[in-house]
């Protein structure tokens, strides 16, 4: 992969909801069929500029999201195309009736953009993190579940998603990420994991953020000689079983790592894939059964071992360094 930067940035400020609006914005401005939709998000969601250059293209609900849903249904049914903007933890809570049974069951063709997801309202704590909503949507018949690593990715989605012919759940961070690819001149494919890194050691599959820890374990790794292969699942549903297999048997060790619930979400996925196929030794690294504490992202993934330093050991341990 040529485009991956192994190595962290440190001077991305952009978040990646001004990525999903910047790319809204200019894909609206040719295609009239793009609507937004926010649940007095629009400010959360950095939609204020679409909403001035393109008010006809923008709807505001209020705080309703069940309404929110059922309208974004009405409109894909219409034959628009909408995007939904709103909070993940309520998103993916409050609607979730909708998002079954008009969106998914009935299949409209909607766009559900799960903003400010994970651990990333900080200390606003446990009614405001979103670490169950993988697990909820991605068990919805019908639902595809996504969730982009950078910047970069997420424009390549945002572009992929416009004419893509089934409902979507996708969930992004509040907070700009270090970047994970060099620029977004690559191929991207929706169902298709990825490969940053190259090694046969031990694979660390990841989506979202915890893409670059998993980026930043495998250069920290490398330094004691152990060569670990770097899986980017940014899509949940459908899950790229082929590629999962893959490294099950080339690497015969597993890590999953993830901004969610260790029950239901990516790890889960995985290990529903790898034990019916090719069993190997695994690992799943994310927030336990217990309302994840407040505080910052990095704190918080510190607290509970999503790092390089605790992902390098157990990735040693695995393998008996």
Not at 102 to 127: E, F, H, K, P
Not at 205 to 230: P, S, Y
Not at 279 to 288: F, S
Request: net charge negative; proline share 4%; with cysteine.
């Amino acid at each position: 992969m040529n485009n991956v930067a192994l190595k962290a940035s440190t001077g991305n400020k952009i978040a990646n909801r001004k990525v999903i609006s910047d790319t809204l914005l200019e894909l609206a401005k040719v295609n009239k069929d793009i609507f937004v939709l926010t649940s007095d998000s629009r400010g959360s969601a950095s939609m204020v500029p679409f909403a001035e250059a393109l008010p006809d293209q923008l709807i505001e609900v209020g705080i309703a999201e069940q309404n929110l849903v059922g309208i974004s249904a009405g409109l894909a049914a219409s034959g628009k195309k909408p995007f939904v903007a709103s909070p993940a933890c309520f998103l993916s809570m409050r609607s979730i009736e909708q998002i079954k049974v008009d969106v998914a069951y009935s299949r409209t063709n909607v766009r559900l953009i799960g903003i400010s997801g994970g651990v990333s309202y900080g200390a606003l704590g446990m009614s405001h993190h979103s670490v169950q909503d993988l697990a909820v949507t991605r068990a919805i018949p019908g639902l595809h579940v996504m969730m982009p690593a950078d910047r970069h990715e997420t424009k390549k989605m945002i572009e992929a998603l416009v004419d893509y012919d089934t409902p979507v759940y996708l969930r992004i961070g509040r907070n700009p990420v270090e970047d994970c690819y060099l620029n977004h001149d690559y191929d991207f494919e929706i169902g298709k994991a990825v490969t940053m890194n190259e090694g046969n050691d031990v694979t660390i599959i990841a989506a979202g953020e915890t893409v670059r820890v998993a980026l930043d374990t495998a250069e920290a790794l490398q330094n004691d000689g152990i060569h670990t292969r770097v899986l980017n699942m940014h899509t949940i549903k459908p899950l790229d079983e082929a590629a999962i297999i893959k490294v099950a048997q080339e690497t015969g060790r597993i890590i999953t790592l993830e901004e969610h619930s260790v029950y239901g979400g990516l790890g889960a996925a995985v290990s529903e894939v790898v034990s019916q196929n090719h069993p190997v030794p695994m690992e799943i690294i994310g927030i336990p059964d217990e309302p994840a504490i407040t505080g910052k992202t990095p704190e918080v993934f510190n607290h509970y071992g999503i790092s390089a330093d605790n992902v390098s050991k157990i990735a040693k341990q695995m393998i008996g360094y």
